[in-house]
């Protein structure tokens, strides 16, 4: 299996901060690379695909780079609204696996 | 747009099965990739499993041996039965759609999730 290693994996930040999260792949994921924000009691949300491209109807300050093994996350300018835990996850090989979260909070 | 929606017995007992519904509406199931993913409580997400809507699966080899998806395209509908389970099954199932027609991409929409708890 393809290990998915993201970090930190929790931090806190002010309102109006750029943040940025950290996603290893054990070995060459190309850019199979997803994002997803989960909120306390609810689903899983995508935000960004193939590693860089803005799912439908997310914010412009969520952003997301990288390709082969290092990827990076990016909340440009964080809102009270972004308290959430963020995970990465690969489509290269299967069986899909997921980076362990980094929940965000509010300082 | 397509909405899911998980549904089945939120208490299981110990050795027992678990079997859980997704119905689709709002859209054919026809012609996507249909995922159960599960999040143990305070736990990150693992992916199950997945059904093509021809039938064709692929499971994760952690779960393999005590896993089943199947589908039933007249319903809309596609299913997860884990066998024998136990204490560490109890997790929050989420069934999910592959979002592009006909390939693996990535997982959108998602249903609401449901709590399985497994007890005596």
């Known amino acids: 299996d393809i290990q998915m290693t993201q970090s930190p994996s929790s931090l806190s930040a002010s309102v109006g901060d750029r943040v940025t999260i950290t996603c290893q792949a054990s070995?060459?994921?190309?850019?199979?690379l997803n994002w997803y924000q989960q909120k306390p009691g609810k689903a899983p949300k995508l935000l960004i695909y193939?590693?860089?491209n803005l799912g439908t109807g997310v914010p412009s300050r969520f952003s997301g780079s990288g390709s082969g093994t290092d990827f990076t996350f990016t909340i440009s300018s964080l809102q009270p609204e972004d308290i959430a835990t963020y995970y990465c996850q690969q489509y290269e090989n299967l069986p899909r696996t997921f980076g362990g979260g980094t929940k965000v909070g509010i300082k | 747009q397509v909405q899911l929606q998980e549904s089945g017995p939120g208490l299981v007992k110990p050795s027992e099965t678990l079997s859980l519904t997704c119905t689709v509406s709002g859209g054919s199931i026809s012609n996507y990739y249909w995922n159960w993913i599960r999040q143990s409580p305070g736990k990150g997400l693992e992916w199950i499993g997945y059904?093509?809507?021809?039938?064709?699966?692929n499971y994760n080899p952690s779960l393999k041996s005590r896993v089943t998806i199947s589908v039933d395209t007249s319903k809309n509908q596609f299913s997860l039965k884990v066998y024998s389970v136990t204490a560490a099954d109890t997790a929050v199932y989420y069934c999910?759609?592959?979002?592009?027609?006909?390939?693996?991409?990535?997982?959108?929409?998602w249903g609401q999730g449901t709590l399985v708890t497994v007890s005596s």
């Open positions: 070995q060459d994921i190309s850019n199979y």
């Open positions: 193939d590693a860089s």
């Open positions: 999910a759609r592959d979002a592009v027609r006909g390939v693996i991409s990535h997982f959108d929409p």
């Open positions: 059904i093509y809507y021809s039938g064709r699966t």
